[in-house]
T-cell receptor, first 115, second 111 residues
Framework: GAVVSQHPSRVICKSGTSVKIECRSL??????MFWYRQFPKKSLMLMAT?????????EQGVEKDKFLINHASLTLSTLTVTSAHPEDSSFYIC???????????FGSGTQLSVL | GNSVTQMEGPVTLSEEAFLTINCTYT??????LFWYVQYPGEGLQLLLK?????DKGSNKGFEATYRKETTSFHLEKGSVQVSDSAVYFC??????????FGTGTRLQVFP
């Protein structure tokens, strides 16, 4: 079946540094990718939707300059948490939709801890 | 607004026990409803879905029925196995292309 690879699975960084998370669709072309964030004991919250070759659409309350999303190809989207702070510590998960947007496949998630 | 509420975990069961994970939703209109499962170290996978009232989704022995009158989509399995240990997410989907998730319920099954 279709696979979405998300890397890294866990990252610990110092406050003020930037962290990049990659999301790759391994055996299909993903025209649309989604980035979610989950706080402890909270729902997965959609952060942004990215379409290949265009700017991402951010959900209300999500800082686009803080969470940079690039979807440069049909198989790769990246989320960069810029100047990370402890409050950015969270579980981030990506998902990718195939061309017909009929199915949604998820990465395994990235646990970010900012010290 | 639209939201999903599911029971907090962890749910701890012995093998072959009956499982129910409650999920209720609030929505304007008639969403599609899903259960996703995340096994340790893996991504979320679609477990089952129902697209209209009274539909029953089923897969791998799991079932859930779309109940409009109670706005519920409870997940059930008659006899759980150790391999069912995972986190289960209830979700609803509108034609806005946004999946709205519940908080997830961790299931732990012991032999």
């Amino acid at each position: 079946g279709a696979v979405v690879s998300q890397h890294p699975s866990r990252v610990i960084c110092k406050s003020g540094t930037s962290v990049k998370i990659e999301c790759r669709s391994l055996d299909f072309q993903a025209t649309t990718m989604f980035w979610y964030r989950q706080f402890p004991k909270k729902s997965l919250m959609l952060m942004a939707t990215s379409n290949e070759g265009s700017k991402a659409t951010y959900e209300q309350g999500v800082e686009k300059d803080k969470f940079l999303i690039n979807h440069a190809s049909l198989t790769l989207s990246t989320l960069t948490v810029t100047s990370a702070h402890p409050e950015d510590s969270s579980f981030y998960i990506c998902s990718a939709a195939d061309r017909g947007n009929e199915k949604l496949f998820f990465g395994s998630g990235t646990q970010l801890s900012v010290l | 607004g639209n939201s999903v509420t599911q029971m907090e975990g962890p749910v701890t069961l012995s093998e072959e026990a009956f499982l129910t994970i409650n999920c209720t939703y609030t929505a304007t209109g008639y969403p599609s409803l899903f259960w996703y499962v995340q096994y340790p170290g893996e991504g979320l996978q679609l477990l089952l879905k129902a697209t209209k009232a009274d539909d029953k989704g089923s897969n791998k022995g799991f079932e859930a029925t779309y109940r409009k009158e109670t706005t519920s989509f409870h997940l059930e399995k008659g006899s759980v196995q150790v391999s069912d240990s995972a986190v289960y997410f209830c979700a609803l989907f509108f034609n806005t292309d946004k999946l709205i998730f519940g908080t997830g319920t961790r299931l732990q099954v012991f032999p």
